[in-house]
């Protein structure tokens, strides 16, 4: 079992339901998701640049992302039909909790005058997103394959209902938000 699940199983459940007044174990807020979205932009058409960029995504997530295409063309964005887009993937279960653990404990306090991430992220249901400028910050990633730098976008799904209820559980688990 990852360790930052088995934290949240046996330190933050009881938290949560002691400050929510929870009853029902069920009703305590849990991870969901995590979905990493990465755009791209004109020089990605290369399909070099595109498979180091899939690659990247690869090793970070530990899982292989689906490329989206455009559904059809717009002449003022120089975009053609099927022309590659993005990429973006969905992590659960253990493959979540492991990416979760490296972005809070190896990534992100590897940013250069790192504060915090900003708090106010929250769509109101109790999800929270966030973007990264560039990959590099990920110990994972080798400076000297890097072509291109391209920040991505990571979404965290959780089952609050409500924002402050998300918001403790990402407190708990270890997210360092800007004060």
Do not use: H, W
């Not at 174990?25 to 979205?37: A, D, E, M, T, W």
């Not at 791209?40 to 689906?66: A, H, M, R, W, Y």
């Not at 063309?73 to 992590?91: Q, S, Y």
């Not at 400028?133 to 609050?160: C, H, R, Y």
């Amino acid at each position: 079992m990852q360790r930052l699940k088995s934290f949240y199983l046996e330190t933050i459940i009881p938290k949560l339901k002691e400050e929510f007044g929870y009853v029902n174990s069920y009703r305590v807020p849990k991870l969901k998701k995590i979905v990493i979205n990465r755009g791209f932009d004109e020089s990605c058409q290369n399909s070099k640049i595109l498979e180091v960029l899939l690659n990247e995504l690869e090793i970070i997530s530990g899982q292989k992302p689906i490329i989206s295409k455009a559904k059809k063309a717009i002449a003022n964005f120089k975009l053609k039909e099927k022309m590659p887009v993005g990429m973006f993937l969905t992590l659960r279960s253990e493959k979540m909790y492991s990416f979760l653990d490296r972005l809070i404990n190896l990534s992100l306090p590897r940013i250069r005058d790192f504060q915090g991430i900003n708090k106010n992220c929250f769509d109101g249901s109790g999800n929270f997103s966030f973007g990264l400028s560039e990959q590099s910050m990920f110990p994972e990633i080798n400076f000297d394959k890097m072509i291109k730098v391209q920040g991505l976008n990571i979404t965290i799904v959780t089952t609050a209902e409500t924002n402050q209820e998300a918001f403790f559980l990402l407190k708990e688990l270890g997210i360092p938000f800007r004060d």
